[in-house]
């Protein structure tokens, strides 16, 4: 993954736009390293392959940056984006790393189910 380019992204959310998607949204406070410290407080959320369509998506913030996806009737907000694959034409695969390069949270989108 490379440090993200806010305007690939943005040619990439605005080629997805107005599409049924998969969603793959993942949040950890550290779930993936909670098993060497279990005195460490997790926190996470996580959804995968539900299926979502955005009429509006944006790429804001200078890094970290943020996400917005505005729906009909809602928002999905993923912020403290970092990287992106970009060998993905097709699919929007992004996450955010911490100092120590865990991860924290992933934003994926595709056409076809992760």
């Not at 909670?34 to 996580?46: L, V």
């Amino acid at each position: 993954m490379q440090l993200i380019n806010p305007q690939m992204v943005q040619e990439l959310l605005d080629k997805l736009q107005d599409q049924d998607l998969y969603i793959h949204l993942e949040m950890t406070t550290g779930a993936y390293a909670s098993h060497e410290d279990e005195s460490k407080f997790t926190a996470s959320t996580f959804i995968k392959n539900g299926v979502v369509r955005y009429n509006h998506g944006s790429i804001a913030g200078f890094g970290p940056y943020r996400v917005g996806l505005k729906m009909e009737q809602g928002w999905i907000y993923a912020q403290g984006l970092t990287h992106i694959d970009q060998t993905e034409t097709e699919r929007l695969i992004m996450a955010g790393h911490d100092s120590e390069g865990k991860l924290v949270v992933a934003l994926q989108l595709s056409k076809e189910p992760f």
